[in-house]
Structure formats: structure tokens, C-alpha cells
């Protein structure tokens, strides 16, 4: 028994950390799609048994709208956000293949369109089977790193999304700023322009005074 406790061990952890390497190593697997107003977009994924699900979104803060997770055979919610821009679900494996429907409600807004990452996995369940006292302690210790891990990749991939927005924000204002520059420019020679005819006009009538 004690063997086979150790085999055990060591399959559960090289899952683990499997998973693992691979949630760090790809962190730009997170699917981009843009959500046009009134819409709801939903997509569909399918959990066989003695899988775990692992679900994780970010947005905007600024462009926040709801999402929801519900079992398409029951049409019970099972995880929603309402005003958050993140959110992180990790539903544990069941007996049964469950059809589940991830929707982005972008319906209350009547013009603005707005854009969401997220990104779904479906793992095998490594202590499927397993006591809860036949798990090893380094099986526990690698599992809470996974789960902070997904934490870390998570805020990380929610940085980068706030940089690309803070960039795009400072293009669009160092654009602004460069026509506004031009006009500024134009507006002066015109005005010059102005000043020099009227001046002109003003000494011709002199002269024939």
C-alpha cells in the first residue's frame, strides 16, 4: 500500500505540475472576442466526467458588463459576475458530463461595444478516486500553487490589458495634441494673414486720402 501511495503521489504530481508549466508558459491562450451592444455572446464547452473546469475572464474596468456560468440541461446559474472586470471559477470534476454556457451580456448597453478575454480549460481531476487522507502533503502544497498561479497569471494578463489600453489612451491624446498643434499653427498664419492685409488696405487708403 505504501508503494502504491507513492506511485500515486508522483502521477498526481507530474499532472499537476504539467498544468502548471502550462498555464505559465501560455499565458496569451486567453481567446480576445469584442461583444457588440445589446448582444449576448455564449459559448458552449463540454466537461466529461472526472474533469475539473477552470474558467477565468478579465475586461476594461471602465466597460464593465455581466457574465454568467449555467448548466445548459438545468439552466441553473452556477457562477455570475455583475460588476466586476475579472473573475476566476474552478468547478471540481462530478460523475456526469455536464454542458456548460458561458454568456457575455453586453444587452443593456444600446451603443457601446465592448471587449472581454477569457480563457477555458478542462483538466483530468489528479485525486479522482483518491481519500482525502491518501493525498499526499507535497500533492496539497503543489496544488495551492496551482491555484495561486492561476491567481498570478490572472492579475498579470489583467495588467497587460490595462497597458494596452493606458497606451492606446496616450496615442490617441499625443494625436490629438499634434492636429491641434497644426490648427494652432494655421490659425496664427491666417490671423497674421488677416492683420497684414488690413494693415495693407489701411495705408492704400492713406495714400489716397
Known amino acids: 500500500m505504501k508503494r502504491h501511495g507513492a506511485l500515486l503521489s508522483v502521477s498526481v504530481l ?11 508558459a501560455v499565458p496569451a491562450s486567453a481567446i480576445g472576442v469584442g461583444v457588440e451592444a445589446t448582444e449576448v455572446f455564449s459559448v458552449t464547452d463540454v466537461v466529461p466526467p472526472g474533469n475539473n473546469l477552470l474558467f477565468a475572464f478579465h475586461m476594461n474596468p471602465d466597460f464593465v458588463f455581466p457574465v454568467r456560468v449555467r ?12 460588476d466586476s472586470p475579472q473573475g476566476y471559477l474552478n468547478l471540481p470534476s462530478t460523475d456526469k458530463t455536464r454542458h456548460l454556457v458561458f454568456e457575455f451580456d453586453n444587452s443593456q448597453s444600446t451603443l457601446t461595444p465592448m471587449s472581454v478575454s ?11 478516486g483518491v481519500r482525502e487522507e491518501e493525498i499526499d502533503p507535497i500533492e ?10 492561476q491567481i498570478l497569471r490572472r492579475l498579470q494578463e489583467s495588467i497587460r490589458y490595462n497597458q494596452k489600453e493606458h497606451r492606446t489612451i496616450v496615442e490617441h491624446a499625443s494625436e490629438g495634441v499634434h492636429w491641434w498643434s497644426i490648427m494652432q499653427v494655421v490659425g496664427f498664419f491666417v490671423a497674421a494673414g488677416g492683420q497684414l492685409w488690413l494693415l495693407r488696405s489701411f495705408v492704400e487708403k492713406r495714400r489716397t486720402i
Open 71 to 82: 448548466c445548459r440541461e438545468t439552466g441553473d446559474v452556477l457562477q455570475a459576475w455583475k
Open 118 to 128: 477569457f480563457d477555458i480549460r478542462v483538466i483530468t481531476d489528479p485525486t479522482r
Open 14 to 24: 507530474v499532472l499537476l505540475l504539467d498544468a502548471l508549466v502550462a498555464t505559465v
Open 140 to 149: 496539497k502544497k503543489v496544488q495551492t500553487l496551482f491555484d495561486k498561479t
